[in-house]
């Protein structure tokens, strides 16, 4: 006997719609590894109605005041509460995340976030009218930059997309999203919430895989790409990007680095490396996978995070005492696995680096000792559940170490020592630095890294000025 798989469709104009010229793809639950659902694989066709339905759209939203968007935001954040367990069952059946952790741990802060916009939209600021040339005043305006094309990562679908259209939207912008090819579905039920309390084509969604990104990328009418993913896939984007001069916003990897000194509280420090390590089973470009420990209390540390990480449990998405769920696919458990397969001959796997499990794309706690800053696991996002030690004997290697890699997002500082923590703040070329503490984020926080790993920021009233132009405005008095 077959199950019938379940429809999900684009959302285009305020229509659910299938892709134009009717091609599918299967998504499957990575608990299981067996398809539950089809979504749109969508063409040329389909990416020119969103952005023509959005560019449509535009000047009406454009017009409203920012206490009609505020209003709109704070309905959408209202209906998200009202409709949390569904957002939840299709958010945890598409991704395999723990049900009651993301309940506790992403929930919220979604709601946070949107609530935040909400009134981020009603405090734009900029420099005061006044008459800088004789006979003259000036002024600024701030401006929507208009259609917003936006690409949601899989690993974080649901707050990734409240993180894409939340700022765009409060500051007067149109939106055509495109979610993962591997993560749809919750994209699907935030458009139907979205297409209740918004304008038709405020916010549009197309569901396809990285042609279907192209084409949104590529197209003549939007002034603006934002897009959350790896290295690969932002330089391709801000190429593309660059040939007829879009605004990029790219929120790309990282290789956090999470630095122990000998004077840190040793007991919180494994607690928080372990949890944000491990969170989401490793697939966060903040998470807490590159740890450099003070070479006098190495040992003790490398001990304690072994049996620390031994302990954490990885199983059914409906126990409420695991700590993560699966890997995103059988392509990315593939890829993890093999920065174990290839490991030196000088590294040793303290515990995990197995597959957990038969079904589904389960990886074991996984930590890893004895490396080199060379190693390509150091130097490279696993983006998977596995935290690897190293040992630094002083104050500045461990800062040229840590700076040593591509990445540059998020760092962390384990010290009692106040002088020494506002130093490494200073020296580590992250654009997160967190002191006794690794990944919490608030939405007046900006969010977003330096060099490879993108540019322009996430949360805050940073990210919706980065969905805002500037203009000069001077008149003869």
């Known amino acids: 006997m077959t199950t019938e798989l379940r429809r999900l469709r684009n959302h285009i104009d305020g229509e659910f719609r299938d892709a134009a010229d009717g091609r599918t793809t299967e998504v499957v639950d990575p608990a299981t590894g067996t398809a539950f ?82 009134g981020a939209a009603r405090m734009l600021e900029g420099k005061s009218a006044g008459e800088y040339m004789e006979g003259m005043t000036s002024f600024v305006r701030r401006e929507p930059v208009g259609v917003c094309a936006q690409v949601a990562p899989w690993n974080y679908p649901m707050m990734m997309a409240v993180w894409k259209f939340a700022p765009a939207i409060a500051a007067g912008n149109t939106v055509v999203l495109k979610p993962s090819d591997t993560t749809p579905a919750s994209a699907v039920l935030i458009a139907e919430i979205l297409g209740e309390i918004l304008p038709r084509g405020v916010f549009n969604m197309v569901c396809g895989d990285r042609e279907t990104g192209r084409l949104m990328v590529g197209h003549p009418i939007p002034a603006m790409v934002s897009i959350t993913g790896s290295i690969r896939a ?25 630095v122990v000194f000998e004077d840190a509280d040793l007991d919180a420090a494994v607690e928080g490396i372990r949890d944000a390590g491990f969170f989401n089973a490793g697939q966060d470009c903040t998470a807490a996978t590159r740890v450099l ?127 020494r923590a506002m130093r490494m703040s200073r020296a580590l070329e992250f654009g997160c630095v967190w002191i006794n503490t690794h990944i ?16 322009g920021k996430d949360l805050s009233a940073y990210g919706l000025e980065d969905y805002t132009r500037i203009k000069h405005v001077m008149t003869a008095l």
């Not at 984020?441 to 540019?455: A, D, I, N, Q, R």
């Open 37 to 118: 659902a089809v979504a749109p694989l969508s063409g040329a066709g389909d990416v020119d109605a969103a952005m023509t339905a959005a560019a449509n759209a535009f000047p009406g939203w454009r017009d409203t005041t920012p206490a009609a968007r505020q209003l709109a935001l704070l309905r959408i954040a209202d209906a998200f509460e009202r409709r949390a367990d569904e957002l939840l069952a299709v958010e945890c059946e598409n991704t395999g995340k723990p049900l009651e952790l993301t309940r506790q741990e992403e929930l919220p802060m979604m709601l946070e976030q949107i609530r935040f916009f909400a």
């Open 293 to 419: 420990v003070h070479e006098s209390i190495h040992d003790a540390f490398l001990e304690a995070l072994t049996k620390a990480a031994a302990d954490v449990r990885t199983g059914d998405p409906a126990d409420p005492d695991i700590s993560y769920g699966p890997l995103n696919s059988a392509s990315h458990l593939e890829k993890v696995a093999g920065f174990i397969d290839r490991l030196p001959a000088h590294a040793r796997v303290e515990t995990g680096g197995r597959r957990a499990g038969e079904r589904g794309w389960w990886y074991a706690p996984t930590v890893v000792s004895g490396l080199r800053q060379e190693d390509e696991i150091v130097q490279q996002e696993v983006f998977g559940p596995v935290i690897t030690v190293q040992r630094f004997p002083d104050e500045a290697t461990a800062v040229e170490w840590a700076n040593g890699v591509d990445y540059a997002l998020a760092s962390s500082v384990w010290t009692r020592d106040h002088a």
């Open 440 to 455: 919490p984020l608030v939405g007046e926080m900006p969010h977003g890294g330096f060099g490879k790993s993108g540019y």
């Open 234 to 258: 932002g330089a391709e984007v801000a190429a593309s990007a660059a040939r007829d001069l879009k605004r990029v916003h790219l929120e790309l990897g990282g290789k956090a680095p999470c």
